[in-house]
C-alpha cells in the first residue's frame, strides 16, 4: 500500500497514530543558505538566481540558526512519536551545524547508533580553505532500548554490516533536484532493517526514492511532500513502479 500526502509534513504528523510506521528514513532540509560574513555573523542568502541552493521554490531554506534548531527538535519529537525507528540523514553545513551538533548532545539518549554514508567522490567544496564533503551521517534514532546498539529487527549476520556505508551518489530526472537519495542506499536499510509488509515513511519525500525501492521489495510506505512539484513527480514515478522486483 503506497499513501503519498501533498501537505506540510509537521502539520500532517501530528494526525497520525503513534507507532503508526516501524521505520523512517528521511533527509529533511539542510538550511544551505544560512551563511556567515566577513565579521563571523550569520547571514540570509535571498538571491534565487543561485541554483545550486535553491531546490524548492517556495523555501528559501535559510533559517535562524535558533530556528532551525527548533524545526529540527519539531522534527525528531514528531518522528520518534510516530516511527519504532528513526534513520536521519543529514550533511553538516555551515548553516546547520551549530544546531545538529546541539541536537546529537540533546537527543542523545535516543541516539543508538551512527552511519557514515561514503558518497565515494566529493563534489569540489564551493568556497577555498574548505574541505570538500565526501560523507554525510545517518543518525539512527528510537526511543526503545536506545541505550544498547543492538537492534531489535535486524536481518544481516554477525559482523557482515558495517557502519560506513561507501554506496555512490544518486541524480534525479526532476529537473533543479540533483541530490537524492540513491536507491541503493534505500535497499541498503530496507534489506537489513526491515521486514516484508513493515510501513516505512520519509515525511520529506522529494522525488519519492523511497517509496519506489519500498514498492520494489513489498514494503508499505507513507510518503508526505508539500512541493506540488515534487510530489507529482514522486507520484508518478511511484505510480509507474513495479511490485515485488527484488525480494
Sequence with gaps: QMKLINADSLDYMQTMENKSVDLTFTSPPYNMNLAVNKNNEYIKKTDKNHKFR?????????MTMEEYYEFTKTV???LLRVSNIVFYNIQFLTGNKRALFRIMGDYNEYLKEVVVWDKSWAAPAMNAGVLSSRFELILIFTKHNAIKRTFDKYNFE??????????????????GHGAVFSEDLCRLIIENFTHKKDV??????GSGTLGVVAKQTN???I???RDKEYYDFAVNRINNTQTGLFW
Design 54 to 62: 535553491f531546490k524548492y521554490s517556495n523555501d528559501a531554506d535559510n
Design 76 to 78: 525528531l519529537d514528531s
Design 158 to 175: 554477525r559482523g557482515t554490516l558495517q557502519n560506513i556505508w561507501k554506496v555512490k551518489r544518486q541524480t534525479s530526472k526532476l529537473k
Design 200 to 205: 516505512l515513511f520519509d515525511p520529506f519525500m
Design 219 to 221: 514494503r508499505d510506505f
Design 223 to 225: 510518503g508526505i511532500e
